[in-house]
């Protein structure tokens, strides 16, 4: 995880207003912070084809999810092991997780997945910019 160059920034804590398209479709990093307050956070996403956001589940954090741009598959369920719901999305879709659920995203399309994410409460540190997926998958 970096803080580094984006074309975006972490300006969280204040008000702030956003063309959420734009900044979701040119997004090139897998994770970028956008907004960090008290309460809530905006990342964006660039997912890349074949690629997905890893299993992964937040105990504490609520989580909503639109895709921009792009088609792929959303997995949700109350054990990582059975992933029951499974949805097709696409741009204009949102996938809404509960706090506790086990989820992952994943690119079936044939360009970057442009997705942002809001979580409630923040999950990621202020300034949050990570270039590529991590290499560990699963996140609890």
């Known amino acids: 995880m970096s803080k ?18 734009k ?43 639109r895709i921009e741009s792009g088609n792929g598959l959303a997995l949700t369920g109350t054990d990582k092991n059975r992933l029951c719901s499974r949805w097709q999305i696409c741009g204009g879709c949102a996938v809404f997780i509960p706090a506790g659920t086990w989820h992952n995203i994943i690119n079936t399309g044939s360009c970057p997945l442009k997705i942002y994410t809001v979580y409630a409460p923040p999950h990621h540190p202020h300034g949050t910019v990570q270039e590529v997926k991590p290499p560990d998958n699963i996140h609890e």
């Open 4 to 21: 580094g160059n984006s074309n975006c920034f972490d300006c969280g804590a204040k008000p702030y207003a956003v063309n959420i398209e």
């Open 23 to 65: 900044a979701s479709m040119q997004n090139q990093n897998y994770r970028t912070a956008l907004w960090t307050g008290t309460h809530l956070q905006l990342t964006l996403m660039s997912i890349p084809v074949g690629g997905d956001i890893g299993l992964e589940v937040h105990s504490d954090t609520d989580q909503f999810i």
